[in-house]
């Protein structure tokens, strides 16, 4: 088992596919989130939804979007702002769907447990850590409990979806790679 995170390596073709099925998995994982995300946010009880911060953007891929367009705009297109929201939002998916298959390979993870743990490892550095460390939402004492537990459900469900699709992904996709098929 190769754990190396950095150093001297020749990138292989099962690279290429490991990374290709983590992509794509992320990018359908991160759709699916979104209804996922607004159902969870539909069935909130009023009191709750209440307790949250009164925020002027509707997500944190949207308040970075405006935050990055403001550092080269005064008063960006709201037409820009939602194709780079889009762009943060599922580049963000995309990205991190590779590390269901790194953990899948290096780690030793089951198919289950390693949705539960990129989906976990997503909301707990992504929303508890980095957005409020650059200031794209407030910090998570801002936020009540339910509002965290919420957060890492859906990024858990984010996690096993990526895995039910990268799975069969990778799986054909190697079985490409050993009869030499392109």
Request: aromatic share 6%.
């Amino acid at each position: 088992m190769d754990v190396r995170f950095f150093g001297p390596r020749q990138m292989q073709q099962h690279d290429i596919t490991e990374f290709a099925a983590g992509v794509i998995g992320g990018i359908v994982a991160t759709q699916v989130n979104d209804y996922v995300e607004k159902v969870f946010w539909q069935v909130t009880p009023e009191r709750e939804k209440a307790r949250e911060p009164e925020i002027e953007d509707d997500s944190s891929a949207d308040a970075a979007a405006r935050m990055l367009l403001e550092m080269v705009e005064e008063k960006p297109a709201e037409a820009r702002r939602k194709v780079l929201k889009k762009l943060i939002h599922f580049g963000l998916g995309a990205g991190w769907g590779p590390l269901y298959c790194w953990l899948r390979r290096n780690a030793g993870m089951g198919p289950k447990t390693a949705g539960i743990a990129s989906g976990l490892a997503l909301s707990l550095i992504v929303d508890e850590a980095l957005n409020p460390l650059l200031r794209i939402t407030p910090p998570p004492h801002a936020y009540p409990a339910s509002s965290h537990a919420r957060g890492l459900v859906t990024h858990v469900i984010w996690g096993l979806v990526c895995g039910a699709v990268a799975e069969p992904l990778r799986r054909e996709l190697r079985s490409l790679d050993r009869s030499g098929e392109r």
